[in-house]
């Protein structure tokens, strides 16, 4: 007789029939049975041999054979069971297979050894296959096997790495490379069932390297392993699936979540360990964990994380490893649970898992109420921390946040953030009756005196204005006050101290604005790049949206317009126009300056077709939108349409108490405006008040306005105000001002007839102008564009000619440089329709019909 051992799906079965197949081929009978584990007694398996038709009995059910439910048979019985197949062995040899015998009781293991004790004499062979699994031992049956000296003992070990490389080499038909082969060795676990499963996998998905695919032939390899391995192998096999990575599957704790004995666990993981599912603890492939989880019915599936959770708590592990099988139960089970659910939500927030966090205080606050929990405060904690994520997720939460503010449920704190939700979100009113609802509690930190004035400045004024003697820099913003030494060093101090939650949010955004508006822009952008480093480790969106777009502010200012694209669309990207809420005008405004800056015009109205949330022009976020849009009307010609915008942005400055150029120089652009409506005297009323208003450290203000004094004056004077104005601007960061003012500064000189100075305008404009990516302004050189060596063109400097005016001249000079009249139009701030009017009074003031002959006509060289 031979005994076969080995893990299932090693091929015990596989090697009984080919046996079976081989003897058969001999001349010898085989009779088979397979033991089940649902089946019981000796009538069950012997009535599967006895059906065989050789035998006597094949007519009907054997009549030598115990009555159902009769265990232990006698020997006479057991003599007249296997007399048939004694008889039928004196005609030919007879091979008797049984097949998992394992699952057989007692009754037929003892008829099975009266057999086996008699067989030297007769042409028997008996192969019986027995599983390996400790759990599936049967220690006295297989000891005395072992005690004849006619038994055969064949172990079936795993596929060793050869023979491995041989079975997938033939099964894709093509050889494989070592590192790919390696994939279906460990992937298999040397279990043959598993490994031609993999093969068969990765001839229908056809990868493009050869190597292990788990698809639907490993799982359903995967599920006939479990369907004939013991019970408790397959509930052990389910605990790890549903504990997943929570936990190290322990047998103490598998045995706690099964309500089992961890020795019988530890049998249980060695045998998966063994037949190849396991490695480590884990399932070899998630393929396999993910299939075996979905079969566990969902109640069963919520009580064992639960008993996971508990057995977690109960060992002292911390609980943010504990939260995670409560969070897959979905489900509460006592008061104990909640609070480790917020201990894990604090960690996972400071871990940068936000969405773990969410997901932990949401199940907390729908278990409050039934465990005694406090639901406002969790409330509160979840809108916190869902507002790191995305703003729009707080709206829900709003009316139970009220209410339990307005009940005194909520901290000082947990009130100023909610008054920050409602102002994001356009609830104004609503906001205000809170503050002045609460003042005694929320003044007492002098919070409410300067409340975030970064995003409702009117707020200030509402709630009595700022003390006389606050020298905050929030206030300093809003109210365009003196940036001194000590604000500047106040900035400093509140950067330094800066942790990434709400409550520093307005304070490190207004510390950044006094850097921004002193011109500390790089020292700015660099404070930025600490703090953008840290919400990305964190995984704030809400924090990296906000210093993204202020990064993109930054840029715009200093002329990085490449860089301040990038900046914006990223801070587009990270969270979506409704949750910009109010702040919507932030992202908005610096991709319409930087669209319209570049000359990209239909690019700059896709961004203000936007839909904008109602209130937003009572924020700052609306100012600065409203100066962008006045930049884009002026650009396109738009001028009364750009004078109206600007005009409101002056409103709305004066109705703050901050008309300070500083914050936005609307006047300057105003002017512009009134001189391309004709409008001098009111275009110059607005610049003299701009530059009386404008302070001493502010530079850049002061070269803008020079520029506007520039065009205001007469010929002569305008090369001196626009060279006085580089002077300025030289002090500053703003590239593209500086730039635009030196193209200016070099079309003056060149009507002026001085060609060496309009040349050296030009060479230094040229650098910046390529920097800034400034399209419009390099087709605006009088110069034109660089050789393809490097080297400069000569410039073409048109010889003033007395018959044409200041504005025809501009025009003229640039139309016999070779630009159309959208490129004039850009450049001049006019629009195309005046453009033409000049060239047609040109055309007759110089005697000419065409283009091309203006710059003969002009004395420019062709």
């Excluded at 081989?22 to 089946?39: M, N």
């Excluded at 969410?358 to 005694?372: G, P, T």
């Excluded at 009117?458 to 030494?485: F, K, N, Q, Y």
Aim: proline share 5%; glycine share 8%; aromatic share 4%.
């Amino acid at each position: 007789m031979a005994v076969i051992t080995g893990p299932t799906g090693y091929g015990k079965t596989t090697l009984l029939r080919t046996f079976a197949d081989h003897a058969k081929k001999q001349g010898a009978v085989f009779i088979s049975a397979t033991a089940a584990r649902t089946e019981n007694g000796v009538p069950e398996l012997f009535g599967q041999l006895a059906r065989h038709p050789r035998l006597p009995a094949a007519s009907g059910p054997p009549a030598q054979l115990p009555a159902d439910g009769d265990p232990a048979p006698s020997s006479s019985a057991l003599h007249r069971m296997w007399k048939p197949v004694h008889e039928l062995a004196a005609e030919a040899p007879v091979v008797i297979g049984v097949d998992d015998v394992h699952h057989a009781d007692e009754a037929v293991l003892r008829s099975l050894l009266h057999l086996t004790r008699r067989l030297e004499t007769s042409p028997i062979v008996v192969v019986l296959t027995l599983s390996s699994c400790s759990l599936d031992e049967r220690a006295s049956f297989t000891a005395e096997l072992r005690s004849q000296p006619h038994c055969r003992h064949i172990r079936l070990r795993p596929l060793a790495a050869p023979a491995v490389a041989g079975i997938v080499t033939r099964g894709l038909g093509a050889a494989v490379p070592d590192d790919c082969l390696e994939s279906f060795n460990r992937l298999s676990g040397g279990n043959p069932l598993l490994l031609d499963a993999l093969v068969a996998d990765a001839r229908a998905a056809r990868p493009a390297r050869p190597h292990a695919v788990a698809g639907n032939d490993y799982v359903q390899a995967v599920w006939q392993c479990l369907h004939r391995a013991h019970p408790a192998v397959v509930d052990c096999a389910r605990a790890v699936a549903v504990l997943g990575g929570d936990a190290t599957p322990t047998p103490a704790l598998l045995g706690r979540m099964l309500d089992a004995d961890p020795a019988d666990i530890a049998l249980a993981l060695q045998s998966l360990e063994t037949i190849g599912l396991l490695e480590d603890g884990g399932f070899r492939d998630e393929a396999a964990r993910e299939a075996l989880y979905a079969k566990v019915p969902a109640r069963e599936r919520a009580t064992m994380h639960l008993h996971a959770a508990r057995a977690l708590r109960e060992d002292g592990e911390p609980a943010a490893r504990v939260a995670r099988p409560l969070a897959e139960a979905g489900t509460v089970g006592a008061g104990w649970m909640i609070d480790v659910l917020r201990q894990a939500a604090d960690h996972e927030q400071h871990d940068g898992d936000f969405t773990s966090a969410i997901r932990y205080l949401r199940l907390a606050r729908q278990a409050a109420s039934a465990h005694d929990g406090d639901e406002a405060q969790l409330t509160a904690e979840l809108a916190s921390t869902e507002w790191q994520v995305d703003p729009l997720q707080v709206v829900r939460l709003l009316p139970e946040l009220r209410a339990a503010a307005a009940a005194g449920r909520l901290t000082d704190r947990q009130t100023e953030d909610l008054v920050t939700y409602l102002l994001w979100h356009g609830r104004r009113e609503q906001a205000r009756a809170l503050l002045t609802g609460g003042t005694d509690r929320l003044a007492a930190t002098g919070w409410a005196s300067r409340f975030r004035s970064w995003l409702y400045p009117t707020l200030l004024a509402d709630l009595g204005g700022a003390p006389p003697d606050d020298r905050s820099v929030e206030v300093a913003v809003i109210t365009g006050g003196e940036m001194d030494d000590d604000l500047l060093i106040a900035a400093e101090q509140v950067l330094l101290s800066t942790r990434l939650d709400d409550s520093v949010l307005v304070p490190a955004l207004t510390a950044l604005a006094v850097l921004v508006y002193t011109e500390g822009l790089d020292h700015a952008a660099a404070w930025i790049d600490i703090l953008l480093k840290a919400a990305e480790r964190r995984g704030s969106l809400t924090w990296q949206a906000l210093l993204s777009t202020t990064s993109s502010i930054i840029d715009v200012r200093r002329g990085d317009l490449r860089a301040a694209e990038g900046h914006a669309q990223r801070s587009l990207a990270l969270l979506s126009n409704r949750s910009w809420g109010m702040a919507l005008g932030l992202p908005l405004s610096s991709s319409i300056q930087i669209a319209t800056a570049r000359g990209r015009y239909d690019e700059a109205a896709k961004f203000l077709r936007v839909p904008l949330p109602d209130g937003m022009f009572e924020t700052l976020p609306g100012l600065y939108y409203m100066f962008a849009r006045g930049h884009y009307h002026a650009a396109i010609g738009q001028h009364r349409t750009a004078l109206a915008d600007f005009g409101s942005c002056g409103d709305l400055m004066r109705d703050w108490g901050n008309d300070q150029p500083a914050l936005v120089p609307w006047r300057g652009e105003a002017a512009r405006a009134s001189l391309r409506l004709g409008r001098t005297d009111r275009a110059r009323t607005l610049v003299e008040e701009q530059m009386a208003r404008t302070m001493s450290w502010d530079a850049r203000t002061r070269g803008a306005s020079l520029r506007v004094l520039a065009e205001l004056a007469a010929p002569d004077e305008r090369a001196a105000l626009l060279a006085e104005a580089v002077s300025a601007l030289e002090g500053t960061t703003d590239r593209v001002g500086l730039a635009t003012t030196l193209t200016e500064l070099s079309l003056a000189r060149t009507a002026l007839g001085d060609e060496d100075g309009a040349r050296d305008a030009a060479r230094s404009a040229r650098p910046l102008i390529k920097k800034c990516g400034l399209e419009p302004l390099a087709a605006a050189l009088p110069g034109g564009a660089p050789d393809r060596d490097g080297g400069e063109k000569p410039l073409r400097i048109a010889s003033p000619t007395t018959e044409l005016s200041d504005a025809e001249q501009r025009v003229a000079s640039l139309a016999a440089a070779g630009f159309s009249n959208r490129q004039i139009a850009s450049e001049l701030f006019i629009t195309v329709s005046t453009v033409e009017q000049h060239l047609t009074r040109v055309y007759r003031k110089l005697n000419v019909s065409r283009r091309p002959n203006l710059a003969k006509a002009l004395g420019t060289p062709a």
